[in-house]
């Protein structure tokens, strides 16, 4: 061979290098990862996610590529984020932030497997047709967070007696919303006390909301489960310390950031079982034979440095039942 010939050649191999490396970036499985909020207020959630999807040894930026749209709290955006990963052609969508985004994911594709994260009751949200055999394209993780008005309400009614009646911050654009508030009035007939339900879709409505409540001297709060809440906990958790309000939330983060009490479910280990799901369908499974996981380990978390700054004393009895106490 000429030497002219052999570079020629060389130079031809040296140029398909980076063609080839492109054609193998693009072969590495590729998934969404649609949610009602932003990156910057859930990264707990997403290293749950990641350590779920290294269960199975899929890593990100190794094995695996994500692309992820955030609705930034604009529920309307969802639809068209939705759209852009369906026309992308993604192997599997995740969502997260409640039951709206898997609902957008739904409604946009029937035949790309969907993974939501949602405490909504999926069969009453048209996500599945059973939690057992969901028979479509979409399963997922139902932790208990918003069928549990009830119970929040007698733990506030045990750790503040005195109360004569409650109040309850709702969003009016969650779509559990009403759920959780004819949860709490029939829990709260049951106990002989009333409730009054305030709504709040924005930080205005928020402050708005805290400051009716307060006029109206309820004894305590129940902030009713919703993503929306939870980028705004340091603005409602500052609230219910200005106006001595005693609160109950839904995840442990409420009470660990300085809020009175929190029972639910552990939301990061349901987006682990999320990333999990999505891995076991990468690997084959059909969503519509995975049971939507219900996670069935529920935790009280006391604040007791909270309690004591609004002057409430701890019975034994919750001292007793509560998982974790933060002094």
Aim: without cysteine.
């Amino acid at each position: 061979m000429k030497r002219r010939d052999f570079i020629t050649l060389l130079g031809g191999a040296a140029a398909a290098w980076p063609i080839a490396a492109r054609a193998q970036q693009q072969a590495l499985p590729l998934i969404g990862f649609l949610h009602t909020q932003s990156a910057e207020q859930f990264p707990e959630f997403l290293d749950a996610f990641r350590r779920g999807l290294g269960e199975s040894g899929f890593v990100e930026h190794r094995n695996l590529a994500i692309d992820y749209r955030w609705a930034k709290g604009n529920y309307d955006l969802l639809p068209s984020l939705a759209a852009e990963l369906i026309r992308r052609q993604v192997a599997v969508i995740a969502t997260g932030g409640g039951a709206v985004s898997a609902q957008a994911a739904k409604a946009g594709t029937s035949s790309i497997p969907i993974v939501f994260v949602s405490g909504g009751a999926p069969i009453q949200l048209g996500l599945v047709a059973s939690l057992h055999r969901p028979g479509g394209n979409v399963t997922g993780v139902s932790p208990f967070v918003n069928v549990l008005g009830a119970k929040r309400l007698e733990l506030l009614q045990d750790l503040v007696p005195s109360a004569k009646d409650f109040g309850v911050v709702l969003n009016p654009r969650h779509p559990e919303g009403q759920k959780t508030a004819d949860d709490v009035l029939a829990a709260a007939r049951s106990l002989g006390r009333s409730v009054y339900v305030v709504t709040a879709a924005s930080d205005r409505e928020i402050d708005e909301a805290f400051a009716e409540l307060a006029k109206r001297r309820v004894g305590a709060v129940l902030v009713a489960t919703d993503p929306f809440f939870t980028t705004k906990r340091d603005q409602i958790l500052a609230l219910t310390m200005r106006y001595s309000l005693p609160a109950i939330y839904d995840t442990r983060e409420y009470a660990v950031a300085g809020g009175l009490m929190s029972y639910g479910s552990s939301i990061p280990d349901a987006y682990r079982l999320m990333g999990v799901y999505v891995a076991k369908i990468l690997k084959g499974a059909v969503p519509a034979d995975l049971p939507v996981e219900q996670p069935t380990k529920f935790e009280l978390v006391i604040n007791l440095k909270t309690a004591k700054a609004l002057g409430l004393s701890v019975t034994d009895k919750l001292l007793v039942a509560a998982d974790e106490l933060i002094e």
